[in-house]
Structures are given as C-alpha cells and as structure tokens.
C-alpha cells in the first residue's frame, strides 16, 4: 500500500496493572508463576462518575479505559470525529450486568430492573461508549470472531484507513468477568487449566486460564500520524481472517493456514521474510500442536522464533490477539522477544524455536501475529517495525 497504516498508540488494562509499560515489565520479569484472573482494583473514576460506572459492565468499563490510555499514548491528538473510526472485539458480552438485574428483578419484581440495561447490555457497548467518550463519529463497530476477534479488530480497522475511509480507528478488544456457567462448559470440554498455570508448548500443559481485561490500539494513516509529528511504534502490513470449515470447537489448522499464508501475501512479503511469529498457543493439548504444524507447513523447515505471551497474559479471548499486537509493537521498540515460560519444557511434537528462559534479544524484523478460536475463527495480521 502506498500510505501505511501504523500504530501509534497502545493501551492496556490487565490483572496486573493499567499501561503497556507494568504489562512489558511482568513479560519480561522472568518469573513463572499462575495466571492472575481478575481485576480487583479497578478504578474507573478517571473516566466515568461513580454512578455511571456501575450500570456498564466492567467489559466496557476495561474498554474505555484502555482506549483513554492508547489515545493518551499517542499524543492525545486532535483527532477528526469525521475520519475516525471505532472497531471493537467482544465475546460474551455483559454477563454481570445482566446477572446483576436478573437478581434485582427476582428480588424486587420487574419494575425495579435498570431502565438503561437495554442500552448497556447491547454487544456493541463497549464500541459504542468508546465513540461517545472520545466523541467520534466515524464507522463504529462490534467484530465477534470467537478468540480471534482481537487480531480481526485490528485488520478490520486498518482496512478501514486503506480503503480511504479513515484516518484514524480505536481497535482492540475487551473482556469482563465469565459468566460461571460458561467456565463450567469450558472445563467440561478440558480445555481450562486445572492448575491455574498456562503453559503454551509446554509437555506439562493442561489448558488456559482466563484473564480480564482490554487492549487498545490506535492506528493512523501513515501520513496523518507523520504529519503531527507522531511516533510510530509499527506498521501494520496485512491482514487476513479464513475459517476451517471444519468443527464447531476442534481447529483443524488448515483455517488458519490459509489465514497465515494470505496475511503474509496481502503484506505483500513472502514466509521466508517473516523474522518472528508470534502465537495464539493457549496450552492446551489439541490447540497448541494443531497450530504448531500450521507454522511448520508455512515456514517449512526455516527456523525462527516463536513466542506465546498467554503463560503472563493468560487467555483474555477475544482481547488476547489485541494484547499480542500490542507486545508485537513492544518487542519492536525494545528489541526484545518476551519468553513463553522460564522454565519451558517443549513438548518435542511442537517442533519449534519457542523462545523461553529469558527475553531474548533480535533485530525487530516483520512478525506474522496469529489467532484462532471456536467456530473454526481464524485471523492474522503481519507487522513490523517502523524502519523495515
């Protein structure tokens, strides 16, 4: 493409605290150790009245905050409402609060239900208080990929910029606390940890742990970003979404193949210019391997390194590829590929150079990021440094 799309913002909102910078130091901290789940100190006074805060489930509230944050990571810029568009992934919505008015109406009848949870409790919420806070009026939507929803997000919103409908798009992806009986099916089809440990590629793994949480990014046109003087932290090459066409929870790999391959082409590169992949590996036992012999079959026997960021992240859903995208555009600035464990024990069917120990330092070069999840959702995205 003639005009780049570039990120110039990252924001995030995670267990472990709000920014990217408290998110890069825990990757890089060199300490394995369980999965933290929940945000239990959230405060959301900076951006919503005490009040307004608790008719929004904490998803949306995760949201905003995140795109705050990434907007204020950019410079705060003046943005067009006109050319500035919104794009939001999601998966499962506003359980709390609907279970919250749920109570209510058992408790109290129906006419003490919330008037504004038909609002709030819309899937495109988050999206839509993102558009009302930061005042934009450009395309503002909700994408729903399953755990892919993330990276989608992020192509759907540079898709928008290089087709030359906006100059600027809030991506990412948000999640809020699951619904109890949603953990129980997830259990029961043994892909949730038992240990509440993730460990992506590893002989010891025994599934994924949830974790709260947004991740934001803004992207630009090149040009926009450029001409108020913005930093750019990567480019945003291609972008593809496939599904497997295959089972309703069991990835076959072929989907998500294709959805490599076709990123790695629209980027207009070829695999063997792809210096780093960086994967959805949730460490469960089927998915991992799966996904594994997808990059074996696009990279065939050229080694390169290959991280998965879900054993301190753990597994936000449809955020996870959005968080990844943001440590993708980390790892340019700092140089430095964050380990998928400490203390790795590759399970020899993986097959891959998965980098574990420590952060490992490389010369920041294209990375293919990739995402899969139920319904045979795939999606991939290929970035890379500002001077590639």
């Known amino acids: 493409m003639t005009d780049a799309v570039v990120v110039t913002g990252l924001g995030t909102v995670h267990p472990v605290g709000l920014g990217h910078e408290v998110l890069w130091a825990e990757l890089c901290r060199s300490a394995d150790a369980p999965v933290r789940e929940h945000i239990d100190d959230f405060d959301p006074t900076p951006w919503f009245g005490r009040n307004e805060a608790r008719r929004l489930d904490p998803y949306v509230l995760f949201g905003v905050a995140a795109a705050h944050l990434a907007v204020a990571d950019a410079g705060d810029p003046d943005l067009d409402p006109l050319r500035t568009g919104v794009v939001m992934g999601n998966l499962y919505g506003a359980g709390t609060a609907i279970a919250q008015q749920q109570a209510v109406m058992e408790a109290e009848g129906r006419g003490a239900v919330s008037a504004t949870l038909c609002s709030v409790s819309c899937e495109d919420a988050a999206a839509s208080q993102i558009s009302i806070r930061l005042g934009l009026r450009g395309p503002s939507r909700l994408l729903v990929m399953s755990c892919a929803s993330g990276t989608a997000a992020v192509g759907e919103a540079a898709a928008l910029i290089a087709t030359g409908r906006c100059d600027a798009v809030v991506a990412g992806a948000t999640l809020g606390p699951v619904p109890d009986v949603i953990k129980a099916s997830y259990e029961n089809v043994r892909v949730r940890s038992r240990s509440g440990w993730e460990r992506p590629f590893d002989v010891r793994r025994d599934g994924f742990e949830f974790c709260e949480g947004a991740a934001v990014v803004l992207l630009e046109r090149r040009s926009h970003a450029e001409a108020r003087g913005a930093r750019i932290r990567a480019v945003v090459d291609g972008w593809a979404?496939?599904?497997?066409?295959?089972?309703?929870?069991?990835?076959?790999?072929?989907?998500?193949?294709?959805a490599m391959r076709w990123a790695i082409e629209h980027a207009g590169r070829t695999p063997d210019e792809i210096a780093h992949v960086n994967a959805h590996a949730t460490g469960t036992g089927t998915g991992d391997v799966v996904e594994a012999e997808a990059i074996r079959r696009v990279f065939g026997d050229r080694s390169l390194p290959v991280t998965s960021v879900k054993g301190v992240t753990g597994h936000s859903l449809a955020a996870a590829g959005a968080f990844e995208t943001a440590i993708v555009a980390l790892s340019f600035e700092h140089a430095l590929l964050p380990p998928?464990?400490?203390?790795?024990?590759?399970?020899?069917?993986?097959?891959?150079?998965?980098?574990?120990?420590?952060?490992?330092?490389?010369?920041?070069?294209?990375?293919?990021?990739?995402?899969?999840?139920?319904?045979?959702?795939?999606?991939?995205?290929?970035?890379?440094p500002p001077t590639a």
């Open 241 to 258: 979404t496939s599904n497997d066409a295959f089972h309703p929870s069991k990835p076959s790999g072929d989907g998500l193949e294709l």
């Open 340 to 384: 998928t464990a400490v203390e790795l024990e590759l399970d020899p069917a993986v097959g891959l150079d998965v980098v574990s120990g420590s952060p490992r330092p490389w010369t920041p070069g294209p990375t293919l990021k990739s995402s899969f999840g139920l319904g045979g959702q795939n999606a991939a995205i290929v970035l890379s």
